[in-house]
């Protein structure tokens, strides 16, 4: 069976009785799941966990992931695998590193919101080296981003996500199956929203 045109929830309804439905949403995911590894690895390079152990992982959540969403809490598979990895990959290492602790959204892209007073790179830019005040920071960035994400479409929220998870343009493409013009309309639509929220904020 082809899946080509066939969206997740479709697939996902399938997953019990088909086990090519599973394997077509690992392969759909499949640069999501590497691409968080990698951001991950990337950021946490001396906790002692090589890539390839971050990829098998991340590959164990998005099974969980799977078999545990449910459609009626009106969320959006993308996102709630996306979380459901990242989470999973961040207890992981937290656990093996608590001398070591480091933010999840460290990595945070900034460039959504370039050339704005009130921009989160400002934001950040008093950033204090203790972990307690670092932890206060990564929540009132959790809270401007949930707040932004509230007036942004279902494509516009998937594209963010990936956005400032460092994805680049083609990579966001390739993960939502879209043009890069279409990915390149809805950040320039996310911009906006964004800069409109932080200046009525």
């Known amino acids: 069976m082809s899946y080509d045109e066939i969206n997740d929830y479709e697939v996902l309804s399938m997953v019990a009785d088909n086990e090519d439905a599973t394997e ?16 991950f690895y990337n950021l946490f390079k ?17 099974s969980s992931a799977i078999n545990t969403f449910d459609e009626k809490k009106d969320a959006l598979f993308f996102t709630y695998a996306k979380t459901c990895v990242e ?11 608590r001398n070591k602790y480091q933010l999840l959204n460290e990595s945070f892209s900034v460039d959504l919101l370039a050339d704005d007073a009130k ?21 009132n960035i959790k809270e401007i981003i949930k707040n932004i994400e509230k007036s942004l479409t ?48």
Do not use: H, W
């Open 24 to 39: 077509i949403l690992f392969k759909k995911y499949r640069p999501l799941l590497m691409g968080i590894a990698k951001k």
């Open 46 to 62: 001396n906790t002692g966990y090589d890539f390839n152990d971050l990829v098998q992982e991340a590959m164990i959540a998005f």
């Open 87 to 97: 989470r999973r990959l961040y207890s992981l290492i937290k656990s093996s590193s």
């Open 119 to 139: 921009s989160l790179e400002n934001l950040l830019e008093d950033s204090a080296s203790d972990p307690e005040n670092r932890l206060m920071e990564n929540e």
């Open 154 to 201: 279902d494509l516009e929220c998937e594209v963010f996500e990936l956005k400032i998870s460092g994805f680049n343009y083609k990579e966001i493409a390739e993960i939502l199956d879209k043009d890069s013009k279409a990915i390149d309309n809805a950040i320039r639509r996310i911009k906006i929203k964004a800069k409109n929220y932080l200046n009525n904020d």
